[in-house]
């Protein structure tokens, strides 16, 4: 019997092979979409789950007690790890990490790389976090100073074809590490992912700030310190012992400990969902995207199945019980999801490189090992198959055989159950509709929101801006003699240093204030900056004055900006003194972003300091628009006469700058505009079939009214009548899902939702209904109602 | 073999009800080969449909085999009517997605008859019905006499005890009509009962009994022993 229904379901399958075709491609590719998108947010939920104790491994973050609100710190002081494995009996190991951001390694002239990511550790790290050792001993691997451990593919950028093992790299401060260890390849979806390990007895000789290590500063926001608790402790009651933990070593301590599994270090580090919400985003779009799938999967099932109502009625009355028709029309629809599912298993394949690339990530997946995706793609392959096969197989099966067989089909048009049929598949594709219109807003929002960021004034000018920085020796050259080098080019306007720049580094602290009390505290982002900062970089100066040469009292004079100024709620800020009564206010600039445009901006002062050519400064350089590139080798020029030995790095700003957009949700922009326009396709898809199936039951009643003298563009009307009206359904009922986008959109500054981009979505979805009805609509009206009427 | 009493029949819709059979009380004998003659509408088909099972009468009796059957579920109604009963139609009904032995073979698949004897007793029909050499074409490749010997041949593969003939020469010429007619008499002479619904009164005296239908009721029943030819 199996053998017969395989044969009648292969030669209908070949006898409709374009339907086929359609039904199980439309099934596959919304199905590819969707495990694309679960791949991506489990890829995304599972960060870290590379080492052995991952379950047991947390990082010990700050959460700093402030007058106005609580904010967290994921760094440390560098003593906090050794204190908390000896003071608490549950924690089994513990490791402190310092981080190397953009360096410059080389091991000859000619093999000199950027290296974006290192960090500072001792052996303790390898107790905490599993490395592979592939040379070398974990245990003492980075006991000594200038020691160095590598991984493999480190090893073979700098060393290819040798063993590293005790070779020489030379860092951009001149200092030579010693390779002592070889680790196999990091996989990327760890949140701590270094390129190389540095002995932390290497960072006691190059520490700029010796005080690091003093008990009294294990508060303070420079290391991560990572612990493994025994497998028998609870969280809980560590969190509760550490809270306070950090009071005994700091007076009036307002920062307190607790623990943050590494499971969520990914996702939630800053205990804000930011992210959580946009993989809630992705997440939902995908299983929209598998469920419109599905409903054109049904709907076309359903339509289909009308041709087979006389196989079912001789199948009746030659004996076929109402079980065994049931269970034929599951089990071929369970076929047709079998053979979707495998065509999507190849396509995910297929486009996952695409994919990676798109959402700059490293998926891998592997049929043969990843028994859970397996899992899910059978569970999926079921559920589908027999949610799209029930409705019709209890239809079908319950037809009675005296109606069928005499192949009547007007027998469906009077038949109540015929209405509703068509009632159900009318709801499920203006379901579609609503779909699709909810998905363009959702989109339309998405793509404003993040051009609305990439364009947002950033409160300074970025055109016409070169940022420079150097890695290498220190000078003892002046910083005001460079400048005035500089500024004898014509189109070299002015020029800055300061310690960070708004998107180049960002340093943030704690302090008092004029007439505070013992445990106030803000949260304040500072910068020390040369005299020309705020004219290079064009900030607002909106009260007081610049920083002046011609005050010598300007060294311990600072600038504030609105939003510091609203924190301390000053009416005249001019002379009040902030940070231990350490600076005086001369002025206050207007807010500009500092690191993300996606942020509300942070209160924010700036004091003048370096005269230094220091090497963590950040040199701004304000040029004018014409021969930029000339200008650019000109600064170069400068920069090298000063600094002979150093690596340069000239670059115009906003290169290569997350402006707090890039990140996550410029991947949910591009997922967006693609799915919402897969989304579109497939209700098109769907619209066509069902009224390529609706225009073949109202074939006679468009030749009757033909025959009486109805002309074309009535006919259209009357066939387009049914969409349209389903499509003003689903607009106004999808009209909510735009606002509803952005209000859970997270981020300080939202785009504005227009009618036009209402207008957009509604007439999008209107032009692809159109064309989807186009044809069969046509191929109605223009039939000859003498063939159409000849049965009658 | 099978006995009516005042079988009922009423169709309803919304707004309109139609009584399709009106207490109708027939008895049918095993062996017999009975003729159902009546204009458009009279109930014909109805009939056909309660007496094969392939619907249940608003009212009255109806008796298969000494077994009050009117009341039976669609479950208990396929069981018996897969064991006793065969049917052919005006219009064929073969499954255009199987070839012709498939079509015949059908029967015996949902009887879950074991696969030599389902072949066995195929190409024993198919021989009977001279159509073997057709046996792998669709029904769509054979003329419309080929395809209800073909329809016959599945009617009566199972081997019913009852055959139910709805207009079998409806749809063909006098020739092939002629042909299903002397394969239909031949069933019977073997022992098939037959009841054939025709609009020919020629085809209708290959019966020994007339029963003439009009508006749902039974007019008059004739037995013409004596007119066979």
Known sequence: MFKNYLKIFVRNLWKHVGYSISNIFGLAI??????????????????????????????????????????????????????????????????????????YLSTSDKLTFSEKYGAYADNNIFKVLTFEFLQGNPENALSSPFSVVISDEFAKKYFPGENPMGKIIKSSKNKSLRVTGVTKNLPYNLDFRPNYLVSMSTYKE??????????????????????????????????????????????????????????????????????????????????????????????????????????????????????????????????????????????????????????????????????????????TFLVTGFLAGVYPAIFLSGLQPSHVIKGNLSFFKKNRTGSSRSFLRKTLVTFQFYVSISLLLAAIFVIKQVNYMNTKDLGFDDKNLLIC???GEKTEAHFETLRNELLTNPNIIDASISNNAPFYGNWGKEINWE???????????????SYDFINTYKIQLINGRNFSRQYSTDNKACIINETALKTLKWNDPLGKKIDNNQYTIIGVVKDFHQYSVHEIIPAYYMILNSDDLKESGVFGI???????????EYVKSQFRKFFPESIIEIVPFGNEIDFGTKGV???????????????????????????????????????????????????????????????????????????????????????????????????????TAMAASLYHTTKAVLSNPVETLRYE | ????????????????????????????????????????????????????????????EYHFLGKEVSKFNERQRAQIRKE??????????????????????????????????????????????????????????????????????????????????????????????DEVMKMLTFLNEGGTTVIMVTHSPTYAEYGNRVIHLFDGKVVTENFQESFRV
Not at chain 2, 136 to 161: C, D, E, T, Y
């Open chain 1, 30 to 103: 919304g199905m590819t979409a969707c495990f694309l998108i679960l791949l991506f947010v489990h890829y995304e939920l599972n960060y870290n789950d590379y080492y052995k104790n991952y379950q047991r491994t947390y990082k010990v973050q700050q959460k700093v007690l402030l007058r106005d609100k609580v904010s967290i710190d994921g760094q440390t002081g560098y003593q906090l790890a050794s204190e908390l494995k000896n003071k608490i009996p549950e924690i089994e190991n513990s490791a402190t990490v310092g981080f190397v951001y953009s360096e």
């Open chain 1, 206 to 379: 190059v520490a700029e700030w010796k005080y690091y290590d003093l008990l009294e500063n294990i508060g303070s926001s420079m290391f991560w310190t990572l612990v493994t608790l025994k497998s028998n402790a609870s969280m809980q009651s560590v969190n509760e012992k550490i809270f306070n933990f950090s009071d005994r070593y700091v007076t009036n301590n307002y920062k307190k400990l607790y623990l943050k599994s590494l499971v969520d270090i990914h996702i939630t580090s800053d205990e804000r969902n930011d992210t959580k919400i946009a993989m809630y985003y992705i997440s939902g779009f995908g299983i929209i995207i598998l469920i419109l799938a599905c409903i054109n999967f049904i709907n076309l099932s359903t339509a289909n199945s009308f041709l087979r109502k006389k196989e079912i009625g001789i199948r009746k009355v030659v004996g076929a019980s109402r079980f065994a028709l049931f269970m034929q029309f599951i089990g071929e629809s369970l076929f047709f999801s079998f053979l979707a599912i495998l065509i999507a298993a190849i396509l995910v394949i297929v486009f996952l490189p695409t994919f990676n690339n798109v959402i700059a990530r490293h998926i891998e997946i592997n049929y043969a090992r990843d028994f859970k995706f397996i899992l899910y793609l059978i569970g």
């Open chain 1, 469 to 471: 920085r150097i890695f």
């Open chain 1, 515 to 529: 007439g505070s009390g013992p445990m106030d505290k803000m949260s304040i982002n500072y910068n020390s900056v």
């Open chain 1, 622 to 632: 304000r040029i004018k628009p014409n021969d930029k590139d000339k200008t650019k």
């Open chain 1, 665 to 767: 949700w410029e991947i949910v922009k591009k997922l967006f505009i693609g799915f919402s326009i897969l989304a579109l396709l497939i209700a098109a898809n769907g619209l066509f079939g069902m009224i390529s199936f609706a225009s073949q039951r109202r074939v006679k009643e468009v030749g009757i009214r033909k025959v009486f003298g109805a002309n074309s563009s009535q006919l259209y009307t009357l066939m387009s009548k049914d969409f349209i009206l389903m499509l003003i359904i689903s607009a106004a009922a999808a009209l909510p899902s735009g606002y509803l986008v952005q209000i859970t959109t997270p981020g300080a500054y939202k785009y504005q939702m227009q009618i036009s981009d209402y207008l957009i979505c509604i007439g999008l979805m209107f032009l």
């Open chain 2, 1 to 60: 073999m099978l006995r009516t009493n005042n079988l009922v029949k009423i169709y309803r819709t919304e707004e309109v009800e139609t009584t399709a059979l009106d207490n109708v009380s027939i008895e049918i004998n095993e062996g017999e080969f009975v003729s159902i003659m009546g204009p458009s509408g009279c109930g014909k088909s109805t009939l056909m449909n309660i007496l094969g099972m392939l619907d249940n009468p608003s009212g009255g």
């Open chain 2, 84 to 177: 006793n009963i065969g049917f052919v139609f005006q219009s064929f009904n073969l499954i255009d997605e199987l070839t012709i032995y498939e079509n015949v073979e059908l029967p015996l698949l949902y009887l879950k008859v074991s696969p030599s004897e389902r072949k066995r007793k195929v190409q024993t029909v198919l021989e009977i019905m001279e159509i073997m050499h057709r046996r792998n074409h669709f029904p769509q490749q054979l003329s419309g006499g080929q395809q209800q010997r073909v329809a016959v041949a599945r009617a009566l593969v199972a081997n019913p005890k009852l055959i139910l003939a709805d207009e079998p020469t409806g749809n063909l010429d006098s020739s092939h009509g």
